[in-house]
Structures are given as structure tokens and as C-alpha cells.
């Protein structure tokens, strides 16, 4: 940005206040004694009209003190990361740019403490993510890809809008503090709106997090930078979804109604709805996944798959285990794509996973991590992910029996998925040349994963949640549990954890069984017209393409319909009609006679003379 | 006893001689003329208000109707010698250039 | 007398301009243009009898004397042939006199219904150069000096336009 020619300096003044910014982040997590709601800075009024009052007001509590550790946290590394991984692109000063806006983006997000900052900042993060993700604007599917990922944004984003602007025009605030305390004191103030709002709000979690109907973009993402897609996928902006969810949780608690137009379905609250669009999504990424070839491509759809989980926690009530996991998936999630960054790297940008192969005798240390986040991912104890998806399932299982099962099935599935990328890419013989000449990544890569390594396996012996709890209930926080005791804390819900052990296993077997030392995937022969539907993503895309297309065919013919009659025909033609006809009338006095011109000005004498003297 | 009504009753008759000339001839040095003549009505009109209200006003205003239409013979006859010169004619209803 | 003089006045005025209008026996300007002479003439004597004898003198000189010259030296100057008699549109003829018909039958009643003006009283006005003078350049000055600006205006006009390589 400041120096568009100097690679070096602007990629190190990026590193750098990252770096720093996560080192104060740590500092603040240990240093600062947080009262039960946080600490509340306006630095000034960024504008009032009426009633609308807007702060530029940063908010600092547990909640964004632990979304800032993370965000700094993974932010760092991919920095570190990417200076080796993109120094031989001509473009590094534009990409640290964006990397570092799409971050402070991010921070912004967390730390606004009314809902006008924090959309402004969500924008950010979409602009910037659509920098990002078609930073390789050369080719056309990175360009399509950022193109497409910012209009799916901009539909979740603009229900979002509309729920801010319903919420503030109910409470006549933005602020996150107030509408909370007023929601708190008197449940039924949203009125017959509060559904609505709560949907409406929840589409920005929708288009952000890619949620079900607008999961799309997410996969196509896949065409920025790999660091990128880690940054996207682990700490930012998908994870933006989830924590705004939390942040405004109490405007889900309010009374749940509907307007009178909608009363047969006064029943459902907004977080039922949240609930089952979780619960759709995790299904739904999960089965694609499991015929993806492209690496990252199977991790996009873990990542859809992971993020339809925690929308599912927020949609039974449970915050909590939803930001826990969205913490300990942020590590390993973040070093899972580090780790394919550097698989990719090393295979001289080859992404299908039957052309690689015996990867982890030659990248020993990849492969370690690699195993290391992929068990995480999979929920095995003592890695991170086991506690907080315990967590999850503990939470949904107090609510509905379906939820959970669905969510069992998406972990069984998700230690499918995982097992087989990891025994096809990494272990058996290699299949091609390159994969065969592979060599290990350089140090300034492994690092950052090294260091992602500690969080993603250790995450889960301190849960976040006693930190987390007074922001979501009135009950007193309970206490920090020693990390022994936390080791073994799932257990204390037995149907839960070892449902998601068993899972875990179930799907590491049939991994096992299906593809360890196998040549090609075998499932297509087996499945067939299923593997297919699943191959090509459930034809989403395709529908998405047919139904727009025809809806825009349509809107298409009634506008044309009415340029060509109403404006054309009717406005357009119909005033040039009256002009040319009055025209050809008057045309007719215009004859360059003198005498008929001196006719007519005696006669409007005459008529002006009468008028004067005669009235 | 001839009053103010009949100079103006002449005034009138003039001026109705005039427009009809201008109305109805087509030599364009002739409506010049005819407007002369209607000119000159207005004059007649302005000394007989001037000599029945006792002002010398009305008679400033004819020598400065005067002086103006002596200029704008000037002008129009010059007009009509340029006008000649590129048309050949000064017949008003051959002169309808400005017709579309 | 003076009715007597006002009456043969009249007359001459208006045969006059009849005259330069619509002459019956030749279609020649050059005639119209001394029968507007006649016309300016009776029109002098018409002031002479509303007691203007300045403007009476300056009817003759610059009607008389300096606009006719100049209409006579374009009649000249274009030689124009005699105009041939062609057919009056009669609808055209009797639409214009219609109008002009109204026109001053409007005008006429107006006078007539309006309260008679008797003649002033003997108060004799004097209305000779002196008086006139004195209320032209005292009171009247800046018209006077506006009409002599546009006077320039009209001298420099009609030079440019006479010019023969006019566009």
C-alpha cells in the first residue's frame, strides 16, 4: 500500500503488526480483569440522525478478547506463511495489502460494540475477501469466484441490514449493550417482528458463514491463494458469521412471534430455523465432500461442514460450544490448509488428490501436522476438536433427538472424508512424477504450522466456556476446571462423547477399508448415480444457474414488456405524439408569408384590445 | 366645433389605410410606405391628446417617433437593397425563405 | 375657418394615403410615393391647426423632405419594373379588410362612447421651438441623447449593410 515496489518491506510491515497485534492480544487475554460485561470505549460520535445514534465504540469482553486471540493468532501465522508461500509472486504488495485489511476487518468486526460499526466492518471483510479471493484476477474462475463470493455475501448482507434497521427502529438503538439491556428487561419489545429480525440478522450469519442456500461461494473460494482460503476459512471471515451470532444471541432470546400474516407458523422460533439450516449444511457439505478430488476443495467443504455444526450449537441454544469450536476449528482448520498449501506448494500447484501419494515419506513433517489437525478435525481426545464437538453434541442432544443424530452422522462422515484424503495423498505409493520428487516445505512454512500445531492439540484442556458464560446467562460463572479434570470432562455426559467417538472410528474404518493402498477411488463403481449426485455437489450450483436464470429470464421480459409498451409506447411515444401533432398544428400558421403574420398580429390586437376594453 | 374625437377619428381612418396596405400589398416598398402611414396615425393621435390636455409631452413624443422612424426607413431600405441584391425581387410573397 | 381648414385637411390626408394604398389608375411605386408626399403634407396642416407649427415644420422636412428622397433613391436604385396588376386573392382581400373593418369600427366606438372631450379653453399653448426645446434638453435629455446613440447605430447599420460584398 505505502510502497506498491517494495516487496520486502511491505510484506515485513504486514508480519510485523500482526505480530504485534497478537502479542497485545495476548498480553490483554491474561493481563486484563474483564467485569462481567466488559469494558465499553466510545472514542467519538460518528454521526446522529434523530434518534439514530452511531458511536465509533469499541467493545472489549471475554467474547472479543478470545475471538482476538484467534484472530491475531491464525492471522500471524498465514502472514509468516505467505511470505514464504507467495515470494514468487510479482504481486506481494498488494497482497499483504489485502491480507492485513481483510484482518483489520476482522478485528473490527470483533470488536465494534454497536451493529452500524460492525456491518461497516462486515463489508470490509467482504470487500476485502472478494480482493483476496480474486487476487489471481488473470484467470477467469479466480475473477467469477471473488465475483460470485461477494454477491452471495451481498444477499445475506442485505437481510442483515434490513434486521439491523427493524431492531433499531424497534429498541431506537444500535448499540449492542443497550438493546440487550432493554431486551433483558422487557422480552416482548420486538413485538410481532422478533422473529423476523432474528431471521433477517441471521441471514448475514448465512451469506458470511455459508450457510445452506448460500453455501456456494465458499467451495469456488478455493481459487484464491491457499493462504488465503486459510485466513477465510479458519479465523476470519467465516467465522465472522458464527461470532456475530453470539455476539447478538440476546436478540434471539426475546419473545418469538410472528406478524399476523405469518401466524400459522407462530410456532417456530428463529432459532429453530437456525438450527435446521445447521443442521442441513453440516449434512449436506459433508456428503459432497466425500467425492471431492481437490484438496482444498474437500477442506472448503469440511469447513461448510464444521460451520453448519456450530450454526446448530447457536441454534439450540448453545453459544458456548459454538464458539468454542469456532476457537479450536480456527487452529487446526487454519493448519489444515497450511498443510495443503505446502502439499500444493511442493507438487508444483497440482490439487487433485489421486495425483499425489506417499506424500508423507517425503514430507515428513507436513504429514505430522497434517495427521495432527486431521484427528483434531475428526474428534478424537486428546486433540482439541473432540472437546469442543463434544461440547456441540452434548448441547444439541439436551434438545432434539434428530439434530443429533444428524450431527453424529456429519462426524462419521467427517472422519470418512478426512481419512481418505489423508491415506490417499499422504500414504500408499506415489502416482505421479511430481509426487514422487515432492520435498519437504521450506522453514519460514512449516513454522507458523508447527506453532498452529500447539493450540489445535491443546485447545480443548482449557474450554472457554467458563470465561464465555456470565456474557450469555445470569447464572455465576462456574469454575475453572484444573485441565486434568477438563481432559476428562465429556465423559460426564457419556451418550454424547462416546456417540462422538464412535463416529469418529466408524468413519476412520471405512476410510481404512475403502482406500488405504487403493489406486483409484472405488466408491463411483459401487454408488454410482449417488456418487455422481455427490461428485457434482447435489447439481446446486446447476439449479442455482437454471432458477436464476430463469427468474431473471422473466423479470427480463416484464421489463421489457414494459419499456416497449409503457415508457416506449406510451410515455415516449405518446409526449413526441402530442409535440409532433400540436407541431404539425402549428406548423400550419407558420407559412413565411408576411401577409398571413400581419394577419394574425391585427388579430391579436384585436382580441387584446377587446379583452382590455370591453371586460 | 371640431373636438378631439375627430383628429382621432382621422388618426383611426389612417391607421386602418396603413395595416390594410401592409395587410394586402405586396410590393414591400409599399408596405413600408403604408407603415409610414400608420406611424404617422400615432402622431396625429399624440399632438391632438397634447393640444387638448395642454402638455407639451405628446409633441416630445412624436419628434422622438420621428427621429425612430427615420432610422428605421433608413434600415429597412438599406435591408431591402441587400435583400434585392441576393433575391432580385422585393415581392412579399415571394419572400417566404423562413417557410420550412 | 377652422373647422372649414380641418375638414380639407382631413381630406387631403386620407385621399392621400387611399392613394398610396390602393391606387386605381397606376401600379407604379414612384406614384405611391407622391402621394404620400400629399398625405404628409395634409398632416403638417393638421398640426398647424393643433397649434404644433414645430412639428408641422419638422413633418415637411424630414418626411417630406429627407424619408421621400430616400425612398425615391431606392426606387431608383432598383429600377424596378412596373408591377403587372395580378389577381387579388378575394378571400385574402376580404379577410384583410374584415380585419381592418373591425379593427376600426372597434377603435371608432371606443371614442365615440367614451365622454365627449369638449375643446379646451383659449388658454393658447405655446408650443413653438422655444418651449419644445427647452423640455427636450432639460427634461427629456436622456432620451434624447438614447435617440441620437440609436440614430448613430442605424447611420453605422446601413452602411455596413449597403456594402456589396454583404454575405
Known sequence: MLCPTRRELSARLSIG??????????LLWFAADLKQHGATETAFQWFSVDNLVVAFGLRLDRLS??????????????????????????????????????????LGIVLANNFVLMFVFWELVGLSSYLLIGFWFERPAAADAGKKAFLANRIGDTGFLLGIILLWSATGSVHFGTIQQLLHEQPKLLGEM???????????????????????????AMEGPTPVSALIHAATMVAAGIFMLCRVFFVFLAEPSMPLMLAGLSGISALDVIAAIGMITALLAALMAVQQNDIKRILAYSTLSQLGLMVLAVGCRGPLPAMFHLTTHAFFKALLFLGAGAVIHAMHHEQDIWRMGGLGRKMPVTAAVFLAATLALCGLPPFSGFYSKDAILACVLKQNMVLFLAAVATSVLTAFYMFRLVFVAFAGKPRTSEAGHAHEAPALMLYPMLFLVVPSVLAGFWSVEPYLEPLFSAHAATAVKPWYEQLLAPFDEPLAAFAGLGAAGFGIFAAATLYLGAREDSLPSRWGAFARVLRNRFYIDEIYRVCITLGLDAVAAILDFFDRWILAGVIVRGLHGTVELTGRILRLFQTGNLHTYGFMFGLGVIITLWLALMR | MIGLNHYLVISVLLFSLGLLGVLLRRNLLIVYMSLELMLNAANLALAAFSKYNQQLDGQILVFFIVTVAAAEVAVGLALMVALFRLRQTVRVDELNAMKL | MQDALFLLFALVTLVGAVLVVANPFSRDPVASAMFLVVTFIGLSGLFVLLGAFFLAAIQILVYAGAVMVLFLFVLMLLNLREEQRRKYSLVKGFLGTLLVGLLASFLIGTIFGAPALTVPGPAPMNAGAGPLGKMLFLHYLLPFEVVSILLLVAIIGVVILSKKDIR
Not at chain 1, 17 to 26: D, G, M, N
Request: hydrophobic share 55%; net charge negative.
Open chain 1, 65 to 106: 478478547e478470545l475471538m482476538l486471540l484467534v484472530v491475531t493468532g491464525v492471522a500471524g501465522a498465514i502472514h509468516i506463511y505467505s511470505y514464504s508461500y507467495m515470494a514468487e509472486d510479482r504481486d506481494v504488495p498488494r497482497y499483504f495489502a489485502s491480507l492485513s485489511l481483510f484482518t483489520f476487518a476482522m
Open chain 1, 194 to 220: 422478533s422473529t423476523i429480525i432474528g431471521l433477517l440478522i441471521f441471514c448475514g450469519a448465512v451469506g458470511k458463514s455459508a450457510q445452506f442456500p448460500l453455501h456456494v461461494w465458499l467451495p469456488d
Open chain 1, 17 to 26: 503488526a500482526v505480530v504485534a497485534a497478537f502479542w497485545l492480544s495476548f
